[in-house]
């Protein structure tokens, strides 16, 4: 294998790629990116086995073939040349790296070794990648984090009727966002939380005008394609919960106050919740929302922000940290707050922003 290029042109899509590489992985070709010389381009390939990613560049290629090296060090070298062109000779487990100035051997693995990543599938629908860009970031942080659960690490993603649906969910909250799209296709997946965060990095440093969606023959593979990158993962078996049985229908108050001052009065209310249950009193009064929190060896503190209040008077308490992450994801100026009840779900959603919401358990300090 033999190309050329230019320092600039790789850097980028190297440095994007070798994020999903499996650096602590103890297979080690899985630490490597495979990099592939076909005709006028080159493919560089990275995967821990979730997810895979592959993104591909022009470049002046001479003799093809292909290779697997140490992600790591191979971006540290490239990433340190200087903007100079750069020529790359490969043998099946080595590639010699060249320029005016430079010269390295780094030792890989052959490519036969890498392992297959599935970038086929039949068409489920095509997106403008705005619309993931703007949904993903206000949803996939309720989506849990740890793998005990694996079913709720993902995220429920339905296209249909023309409407894209998400929701997450850790057990303790739900987020839930509905858009209009211009695919009339039908889908519907568990994608896991760590691909969307992933795909939402990688579009925002692309200029497409579409991704595509496809789903493997095997139906446990979804991939993302748009520009010069494709994006494949396995999706989450098993049966995410009911969602819509959690979302209240009952409301007995209804507040609506500024989004900014609620989000520095419960900031303010989380400096005295330090502990286990970090938890905060809303209690809404007429034209007033009063927030409380306390613990014994720091204090205490009370804080009265304007609102308007219909419906009964409720004191409910809710931890600190789901309430802040609900809040910072809004853009609206003022919020939406219902509740049902003193032990039951809250649902808080931003004003003049249609199909997003988010709902959120009480703490039962009880």
Sequence with gaps: MKFTILQQDLIPILSSVSRSAGIRSQLPVLGNVLIEAQTDRIKI??????????????????????????????????????????????SDEAIEITTPTFSSTLNGISATEFPNIPLSGKQAALLDPKI?????????????????????????????????????????????????????????ALVPRRTFEEVVRLISEDEADSIQIAVSEDQNQVIFSFGNTQISSRLIEGSFPAWEKIVPTEIKARIITSRSELLKAVK???????????????????????????????????????????????????????????????????????????????????????????????????
């Design 268 to 366: 303010l209310a989380s400096v005295f919740a330090r502990g286990e249950a970090n938890t905060v009193k809303l209690q809404n009064l007429k034209s007033k929302l009063v927030l409380t929190s306390e613990t014994k060896e720091l204090g205490n503190q009370k804080k009265e922000i304007d609102a308007e209040v219909e419906g009964e008077d409720l004191q409910i308490s809710f931890s600190t940290k789901y309430l802040q992450d609900s809040l910072s994801a809004f853009n609206s100026s003022q919020v939406i707050i219902e509740l049902s009840g003193l032990l039951s779900a809250a649902i808080f959603k931003p004003v003049g922003e249609e199909g997003l919401e988010y709902i959120v358990m009480p703490v039962n300090l009880s």
């Design 45 to 90: 390939s990275a995967t821990n086995l979730e997810i895979g990613v592959v993104k591909s560049v022009k470049a002046d290629v001479v003799e093809e073939g292909a290779v697997t090296i140490p992600a790591k060090m191979l971006v540290d070298v490239i990433a340190n040349l200087s903007g100079e062109k750069i020529e790359i000779n490969a």
């Design 132 to 188: 993931l860009i703007k949904a993903l970031p206000e949803i996939v942080f309720s989506a849990a984090a740890d793998d005990g659960r694996p079913v709720l690490t993902g995220i429920l993603t339905e296209i249909n009727h023309k409407k894209l649906q998400l929701v997450a969910t850790d057990g303790y909250r739900l987020a839930h966002k509905s858009v209009e799209t211009e695919s009339d296709s039908s889908f519907k």
